[in-house]
């Protein structure tokens, strides 16, 4: 007979939310799913339960991609009232993509409520992610062929991904809030304003089901959960399989947990050789050759890829993309030979002993007009980012 499943208890609910005390407002991501309708309980019974604390203020993002949103948008808004939190619901207008509508949901998802939030002056957004989710977004980035920062997987607080962007898993960048440090250039820190906070992550959704359960809470279900047209959806169904060899949601998160952990020591690495190797001038950065190709493979690659999001203007780089520029650089260098190679908007040249990373050049279009677009140093003007259904969670 399977094992009891626990209802999330007042202690536990106070040790997750705990550091938010003082925060002045929190957005609550609520679609209307048993994990963000369990949040939503859990949240207004910890806020009760103190005399002081945020305000509450759940937002329910409707995609208008299922006819039955609109009536769960509803359904939140009812159950809301009846905890005593605020509500609103905001709606994704607008053409649909044919393809790629996981990863543009999001997107939409997260721009409507980081608006919510910057409007109710609150600087953060809960959402419901729990272990499960942890899990087989690790599986997921596995597949991907992601490296140590992406396979670190989801964080308990990390930042808003800003209005048009996703935050992308295998890019070099693995601290969203700054462009590029070395000497000569303060960090410049993202302008959003904006926390994302994931109070559940090591919490198994069957325990939120169970909470529901114990107070007679209906919820909504999402029949895109099952769809095995998303990736997320086939792997939910693999998941058991794996679980009987010992391959369950803890193991995978536990991985994540190692190797966030395995991150922060590279990431400190990386510091020390911009502090010691990178100098910035007006146009981009200029590092010392010799030294640079003493680095570990791991952090040279990461403060060349830091240097390119920095002065480049066409996104994050990939990390396969980068990968391929590095292994180039490196043979250049062992036989001797100038080189010079443009990734992601910025071009890379190896000579007389210094490797340079400035802003590209502006691409001419088809008609022979260069395109209009950011100019100048990219330091200064330009926010890196960061990596699904829009699904009822």
């Known amino acids: 007979m399977p094992a009891q499943v626990l209802a999330i208890t007042v202690a536990e609910a106070e040790a997750l939310f705990q550091d938010l005390e ?5 957005v609550l991501a609520i679609s209307g799913g048993p994990d963000s309708t369990a949040l939503m309980l859990l949240m207004a019974r910890w806020r009760k339960a103190h005399r002081r604390g945020p305000e509450l203020i759940a937002v329910t993002v409707d995609h208008g991609l299922r006819k039955e949103s609109k009536r769960e ?7 809301a009232r009846k905890l005593g939190i605020k509500h609103r619901t905001l709606r994704w207008t607008g053409r649909k993509p044919k393809t790629g509508l996981p990863q543009a949901a999001r997107a939409a998802r ?3 409520l980081a608006e919510a939030a910057r409007k109710a002056k ?8 729990t272990l499960d989710d942890q899990a087989e977004t690790v ?5 991907r062929g992601s490296g140590i920062a992406g396979l670190k997987a989801m964080q308990r607080i990390s930042v808003m991904p800003g209005r048009h962007e996703v935050a992308n898993p295998d890019s070099i960048i693995t601290d969203g809030r700054y462009g590029f440090r070395a000497r000569g250039h303060k960090a410049t820190p993202r302008n959003d304003g904006v926390i994302l906070v994931r109070p559940l992550l090591d919490i198994p959704k069957a325990r939120l089901v169970a909470t529901l359960e114990a107070e007679q809470i209906p919820f909504a279900d999402d029949p895109t959960n099952r769809d095995a047209a998303f990736t997320r959806a086939r792997l939910r169904g693999l998941m058991p399989r794996l679980a009987n060899e010992g391959l369950d949601a803890r193991r995978l998160s536990l991985l994540a947990r190692r190797l966030k952990r395995a991150d922060a020591a590279i990431e400190a690495a990386v510091e020390e050789a911009m502090a010691e190797l990178t100098v910035s001038f007006r146009s981009g950065f200029s590092l010392g050759a010799e030294r640079y190709f003493q680095l570990p493979a791991e952090i040279g690659l990461r403060l060349l890829g830091r240097a390119i999001n920095a ?24 036989v001797g030979r100038g080189w010079r190679r443009t990734l992601a908007g910025a071009v890379v040249t190896l000579a007389k002993g210094q490797i340079t990373v400035e802003r590209a050049p502006p691409r001419r279009n088809t008609a022979g007009k260069r395109p209009s677009g950011p100019s100048g140093n990219a330091l200064t003007k330009r926010r890196p980012g960061g990596t699904a259904a829009a699904r009822t969670r």
């Open 22 to 26: 003082n925060v002045p407002a929190l």
């Open 73 to 79: 948008a509803i359904d939140v808004a009812r159950l």
């Open 110 to 112: 997260y721009g409507l």
């Open 122 to 129: 609150a600087t953060h957004v809960l959402t419901a992610h």
């Open 139 to 143: 599986m997921i980035r596995m597949m």
């Open 311 to 334: 002065v480049g203007n066409e996104g994050p780089v990939e990390l396969g993309k980068l990968e391929a520029l590095k292994t180039a650089l490196d043979s250049a260098q062992n």
